[in-house]
């Protein structure tokens, strides 16, 4: 029940199209996860030829790779699938993370995993790559490699990137004097 749950809000989320590509790659990433947790080995044996199908279908249609090995937290929300997104299967992403389209997360050239904290969200054409942390509440830019640890609260721009403190004093309001 709890998948079908999580298949609404992604549905919600994702512009309540059956048609969108975000959704659908979303949806099929769900099912293959269903597939690997069945018990019986017929049962995951079948479903896991079902998923194959379908994952092949995604690939192609979509060009979004979110293997079901991937651990995607609450709330995640592919913003652009209109260009590749590909995801290494040992990647942890935590809630409410945003991507755009052509970002990479993870590689295969080596071992390790990026592990991706809540509420980050990653820009067009950037790749997070290498088994590296990336904290709660960071901006990643357009066109940005991170191949190393970024603290909770940073901003990380360029390639090869920058990391600078998030800024919120000029995020919030300034209160007038008490004497104006």
Not at 18 to 46: I, K, M
């Amino acid at each position: 029940m709890v998948m079908f749950e999580t298949l609404r809000d992604d549905y919600e989320r994702h512009g309540r199209s059956l048609t969108e590509p975000a959704f659908v790659s979303l949806a099929v990433h769900r099912y293959g996860r269903w597939a690997l947790e069945r018990r019986n080995p017929q049962a995951r044996w079948l479903a896991g030829k079902l998923y194959a199908l379908m994952k092949i279908l995604v690939l192609n249609v979509t060009k979004v790779w979110i293997p079901p090995q991937v651990q995607l937290g609450r709330d995640f929300h592919i913003i652009h699938a209109e260009g590749s997104l590909s995801i290494h299967p040992d990647v942890v992403i935590g809630d409410r993370c945003g991507v755009m389209h052509n970002v990479t997360i993870g590689t295969n050239m080596g071992p390790g995993a990026p592990v991706i904290g809540d509420d980050v969200f990653i820009g067009v054409n950037s790749c997070v790559l290498g088994p590296i942390t990336i904290g709660d509440r960071v901006r990643i830019g357009a066109n940005t490699a991170v191949t190393t640890n970024v603290p909770p609260d940073s901003v990380v721009i360029g390639s090869p990137a920058r990391i600078y403190p998030s800024l919120p004093i000029f995020a919030a309001k300034k209160k007038a004097p008490a004497n104006e």
